[in-house]
């Protein structure tokens, strides 16, 4: 089992950054990717960014160029740096980790998830 935790969250107004970390205990996985996905109120679970083992990357079109994901695979952390944020990237972020070295985009493609880190943006 991979054990997976965010923090990070909070409330900032439209335009400004936060960082989300996303900490990994127990079983490692050495070659598994891991993302970053969101849920707003009333809608469905969206996948945001993902990054490889080798540091490889993808986003959603919705974020790119915005949010910037990267891990440290010594430390078993997993970062999403989110600057000009907009009232549309409120909601809970979670963290997802692959057993698969493949860089994922559905939730199928993560075994492990965290509980979640609430982001509102305010404007």
């Known amino acids: 089992q991979v054990q997976l935790v965010e923090s990070g969250g909070g409330l900032v107004q439209a335009g400004g950054s936060l960082r989300l970390s996303c900490g990994a205990s127990?079983?490692?996985?050495?070659?598994?990717?891991m993302g970053w996905f969101r849920q707003a109120p009333g809608k469905e679970r969206e996948f945001v960014a993902a990054?490889?083992?080798?540091?490889?990357?993808f986003y959603a079109g919705s974020v790119k160029g915005r949010f910037t994901i990267s891990r440290d695979n010594g430390k078993s952390m997993m970062y999403l740096q989110m600057n000009s944020l907009k009232p549309e990237d409120t909601a809970v972020y979670y963290c997802?980790?692959?057993?698969?070295?493949?860089?994922?985009?559905?939730?199928?493609?993560?075994?492990?998830w965290g509980r979640g880190t609430q982001v509102i943006v305010s404007s």
């Open positions: 127990g079983r490692t996985f050495s070659s598994g990717s």
């Open positions: 990054i490889s083992w080798g540091i490889s990357t």
């Open positions: 997802a980790a692959s057993e698969l070295s493949l860089l994922g985009t559905q939730q199928g493609d993560f075994s492990f």
